[in-house]
């Protein structure tokens, strides 16, 4: 069947319920019965409330090897006093501070990586300009070599300067 959280089809879902499946009814309400169905393996339940005949007939049937009869519950207030109130306030309080050293952990831990990543990065990118500039300097000095190659070679071809001197003395003669 179909478990509702209100005695509506026009309330919210909560969920389907399985042939076969414990449920224990607790109230009835016009063709609804709310129930509880206790978790697979675990301590939580779910509550809600299912229709209590389908097309095939009721959808409740009674466990014949149950040998428990329940009884019918009233749910009352619970008994509260000042020193467990004080108590339920103090595992608050506990957990609360649990939970705030948690995040400070995480956010120092979350510090840690970053800053370590931004480290990372940063020596990649300086790695890469490195290699960057060292390619370019190996170009400049390529390109320096074949310039001084190309300067020597014109040198060699200018007339020496002895030959110059001679030359600029005729001038003057």
Known sequence: G????APSKASNLIGEV???RKVFPIKSHGDWVEVVIPRDGGSSTLSGWLIAEGREGSVLRK???ESVRF???????AATTQDS?????????TSNADLKH?????????????ISSVGRVEGQVGRAAINGAKHVMGGVKQ????????????LHSLPKPKAIVKEVAKAFK
């Open 143 to 154: 390109d320096m070599q074949k310039l001084g190659r190309t300067i020597k070679q014109e």
């Open 2 to 5: 179909v478990l509702y959280e």
């Open 63 to 65: 466990d014949p090897q």
């Open 85 to 93: 109130l004080n108590e339920k306030w103090g595992r608050v309080r």
């Open 18 to 20: 399985a042939m076969g």
């Open 71 to 77: 009884a019918k519950f009233r749910a009352g207030p």
């Open 102 to 114: 948690g995040l400070v952990n995480f956010q120092e831990t979350m510090r840690r990586r970053y």
